[in-house]
């Protein structure tokens, strides 16, 4: 399936969103925050069917991570973290895209993608880089409380995302 010039672009302005919105949240312990640009990488995955535009989602959502990175050494564990987070959420939770709810779904993916994710990058700078802290440490300080507001925050902007959708493409 190509991929149109629409959802590109869709694709790229809810990047940018959480590029933005992860920009200006201060961090929460250790100087790590919590990381909206997942959350927006999860809407995208939920938004489209096709797993090439969303590994090629998840790559660029790598590159911006790595970009604006403030984890000392973090730009190739947020590459690794994106590429693998994707792919295992795409992967894992297709299968219930027409099954449950939107909302629900929406709330699952977040919470599962955002531990994937946690785990991925804080294993991947552990071998890589090097930890400030204990793994246990920074799952619980920094991850788990990301995963709480990626989930609030990420289904309050889908469901806002989907009303939008509606009224913007009604043809």
Not at 52 to 58: N, P, R
Not at 117 to 137: C, D, E, M, R
């Amino acid at each position: 399936m190509r991929m149109n010039l629409k959802k590109l672009i869709i694709n790229s302005l809810f990047l940018a969103v959480g590029v933005v919105l992860n920009q200006i949240t201060p961090p929460i312990l250790f100087g790590m925050k919590p990381d909206f640009s997942l959350a927006m990488l999860f809407i995208i995955i939920l938004l489209n069917d096709d797993y090439k535009t969303c590994i090629s989602t998840g790559v660029v959502a790598g590159l911006l991570a790595a970009a604006v990175t403030t984890f000392p050494g973090g730009q190739l564990p947020n590459i690794i973290d994106r590429i693998v987070t994707t792919s295992l959420v795409f992967i894992a939770l297709r299968p219930f895209k027409d099954k449950i709810n939107d909302k629900i779904h929406m709330i699952i993916t977040t919470i599962v993608g955002t531990i994937i994710s946690g785990s991925v990058f804080l294993g991947s700078a552990l071998i890589i880089v090097g930890l400030p802290a204990s793994f246990k440490a920074l799952f619980i300080t920094v991850v788990l409380p990301a995963t709480i507001i990626n989930a609030i925050v990420g289904t309050i902007i889908f469901v806002a995302v989907k009303k939008s959708m509606r009224v913007v493409f009604r043809q």
